[in-house]
């Protein structure tokens, strides 16, 4: 797995080459092996009360829209392939965009989930942005909120997903002090009709954040941090958007 260094002025390019362009190659790839929700994302979502609008930012192919029936989530993915493979049954609100710049009014949600997403982006900068554009959907919390005592969440709150560097025990084994911008294989077989099989490697870019950075990003981001931990490879944090003055 290579290690690499973007530069802020080739970012836009080389994740084009090395995330969008790759992910609608391996699409439909891809999709066969992401069919079971993630039990931290399944009970958040099942946590929001009925009626609750919001938004699953880098949906793939779509796993998580029918997890609670008594929500509406609509679905983006900058994957022109996996939108398709999110809308399939003609029934999910699923739509190409840019986590970057999302087609959102801002302050008009109740929720948003961003699985395995923020890691593609190649720079802090972009990642931070990426993290602000989502926040900036939801409804702002009017009640003051601090990790160190009781809070009262009445606006709307975002579930963020990343890679972890700490994997020590994983096939992958990466480690703190390992470095943290990588690529990562994909490998698709195709079997032929004569029972040959051809292997495809496709390379991915990520960025393994080490233990902190998911909260400190938000924070940068201009949200707040009300939960945050590890998962199987994960860090996961959940986070909402202060009132402006609390900014």
Request: proline share 4%; net charge negative.
């Amino acid at each position: 797995m290579a290690n690499v260094d973007v530069q802020p002025n080739q970012a836009d390019a080389y994740e084009a080459q090395h995330v969008h362009d790759v992910y609608d190659q391996i699409a439909s790839h891809f999709s066969s092996t992401r069919y079971k929700p993630w039990p931290i994302v399944e009970r958040f979502l099942k946590a929001l009360p009925d009626g609750s609008v919001g938004i699953d930012v880098g949906c793939g192919n779509g796993k998580y829209l029918g997890v609670n029936p008594n929500i509406l989530v609509v679905a983006s993915d900058r994957s022109e392939n996996l939108v398709k493979i999110a809308s399939r049954d003609g029934q999910s609100n699923a739509l190409i965009a840019d986590s970057l710049s999302l087609p959102h009014r801002n302050s008009s949600l109740d929720f948003a989930i961003s699985i395995a997403v923020v890691h593609h982006l190649s720079t802090t900068i972009r990642r931070v942005q990426a993290i602000k554009s989502i926040l900036l959907t939801l409804r702002c919390t009017s009640t003051p909120v601090c990790p160190f005592s009781d809070y009262i969440i009445d606006g709307g709150k975002a579930l963020f997903f990343v890679w972890a560097l700490e994997q020590r025990d994983s096939r992958r084994g990466w480690d703190a002090g390992d470095e943290q911008d990588v690529m990562v294989p994909w490998v698709m077989k195709e079997i032929h009709s004569d029972g040959t099989q051809k292997a495809q490697t496709f390379n991915r870019y990520y960025h393994l954040y080490r233990q902190g950075e998911l909260e400190h990003d938000i924070l940068e981001a201009g949200g707040f941090v009300i939960e945050s931990g590890y998962e199987k490879d994960n860090w996961w944090a959940v986070a909402v958007s202060p009132r402006s003055e609390m900014i």
